[in-house]
């Protein structure tokens, strides 16, 4: 189809895919991305000297030393019960578990996390409580100091639990302002470790908007811009090297004949952009990485399809941008992340609400794993790729001169959910 069709399809409400013809060879692309590997260096080098603090604050990262990193698992159980049910792309599948990330249970605790420790970094090192060599363990003794800091975040839920739970951590006053899609239970949540959670009727656009209005008035107030964020985005493209450590350990290889395939949930973009970007810079070619969102909040397909970025919406397109997916519950994709994707995702997939629960009820059932209805999405990558014509010719165009590849669902939340909710949402399976 092109992207004309595509549109049709999306404008309809349908499940589709769409394979981006404009993909060019990483190596040629990132001489003309606004971010490189050193980037990257310095921000997970940012994240092993706050280590320290991270295993203070909270004492259950002592197990990795501070560093927030999920499990690497393979779900053969899954694959095989899915295999059941249509023809599946050829390879191991594996779950990638941020869904169980210490700290926020999500995605978020990966970009929203490093977006408050460079923060801190930066408002300690003007203030002289600290230098780069310093152990940064001592920052838990200033919380007075960080509480004339204010920390703002617009969020459809799991965004703002990484901020808020991290900001209030050190002390600052957190304040997050959540759309209309947020679950009550994730409010709660943040209101019990004190952070003030403030609630719009409108959607995500409108609890950025507001927030970042407020936040640039108060000059003690920063704002974390999941729109524009670069440091939510490096945050998020750490994970590669962490995923090529995991890999080694399991004997895994990735290059020209044994492919990796990753399937992420989106949402504006950030968490599955950086995570990407991160992939990329480590494995180039070898590496295809595949957006997965809700059919009534496809905001980074419609960016893509119709290339106009952020100057289109959901709702352009006659959606109402309402879905279970919290997590992607998004109207309009990040400007920042298109540019730095437009050349480089390989594809987009669409999925309907009712196919989250029943994978979620599969995954409990087969691996006895549980992550939230948004995570689930990143099945639908690997369950539909043979299906639709263009992505299943894709496939075979490049597996043809492979002799194998590893498939990787990105489960990007479910951790905290509390267990009723965990029940009520099988039941919809
Ligand atoms: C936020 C989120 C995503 C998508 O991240 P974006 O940066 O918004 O694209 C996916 N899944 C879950 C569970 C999330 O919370």
Redesign the pocket.
């Known amino acids: 189809m092109n992207n004309t069709e595509i549109l049709r399809e999306i404008s309809c409400a349908h499940e589709t895919a769409w394979v981006n013809r404009d993909k060019v060879s990483f190596e040629k692309e990132s001489k003309c991305l606004a971010l490189n590997g050193e980037d990257i260096a310095e921000a997970s080098a940012r994240l092993q000297r706050f280590a320290p603090l991270i295993e203070r604050l909270f004492p259950e990262t002592a197990d990795r030393h501070g560093v927030i990193e999920s499990p690497l698992r393979e779900i053969s159980g899954t694959k095989e019960k899915l295999s059941e049910m249509g023809e599946l792309p050829r390879g191991r599948l594996f779950l990638k578990c941020d869904?169980h990330l210490a700290i926020a249970g999500?995605?978020?605790a990966r970009?929203g996390i490093y977006e408050v420790l460079k923060h801190t970094e930066d408002l300690a090192m003007a203030a002289g409580l600290i230098s780069e060599t310093d152990n940064y363990a001592v920052l838990a003794d200033h919380r007075d100091f960080f509480s004339r800091y204010k920390i703002q975040v617009g969020s459809?839920?799991?965004?703002g639990m990484s901020i808020g739970i991290m900001s209030a951590a050190l002390g600052y006053q957190a304040i997050v302002h959540m759309s209309a899609d947020a679950k009550e239970w994730k409010k709660q949540l943040l209101r019990e470790k004190g952070v003030i959670v403030k609630e719009y009727r409108d959607d995500y656009s409108r609890a950025v908007k507001e927030g970042r209005r407020l936040s640039d008035a108060d000059e003690m107030s920063y704002f974390v811009d999941?729109e524009h964020s670069k440091d939510?985005f490096l945050g998020?493209s750490v994970a590669g090297e962490r995923l090529k450590q995991q890999l080694d350990q399991q004997g895994i290889t990735v290059d020209e004949k044994h492919l990796l395939f990753v399937y992420?949930?989106?949402?504006?973009?950030?968490?599955?952009?950086?995570i990407t970007f991160g992939l990329k810079q480590i494995w180039g070619d070898h590496v295809h990485c595949f957006f997965v969102e809700p059919v009534q909040a496809p905001c980074?397909c419609i960016s893509m399809a119709s290339q106009k970025g952020d100057q289109v919406c959901v709702q352009d397109y006659g959606l109402t941008g309402k879905t279970d997916?919290?997590?992607?519950a998004?109207g309009r994709a990040?400007a920042f992340?298109y540019k730095m994707m437009k050349h480089v995702v390989s594809g987009i997939f669409t999925v309907q609400d009712d196919r989250l629960y029943q994978n979620m009820k599969l995954l409990k059932e087969a691996d006895d794993i549980i992550i939230?209805p948004?995570?689930c999405?990143a099945f639908e990558g690997y369950t539909s790729m043979m299906k639709y014509k263009d992505t299943a010719d894709y496939c075979r165009s490049v597996m043809e001169s492979a002799e194998d590849a590893v498939h990787i669902l990105w489960a990007?939340?479910?951790s905290l959910m509390p267990q009723q909710i965990v029940e009520e949402y099988l039941a919809k399976g």
């Open positions: 869904s999500s995605v978020k970009g459809t839920g799991n965004l999941d939510l998020y992420l949930p989106c949402g504006v973009g950030g968490a599955p952009g950086g980074m997916a919290d997590g992607l998004v990040s992340v939230e948004s995570s999405a990007t939340g479910g």
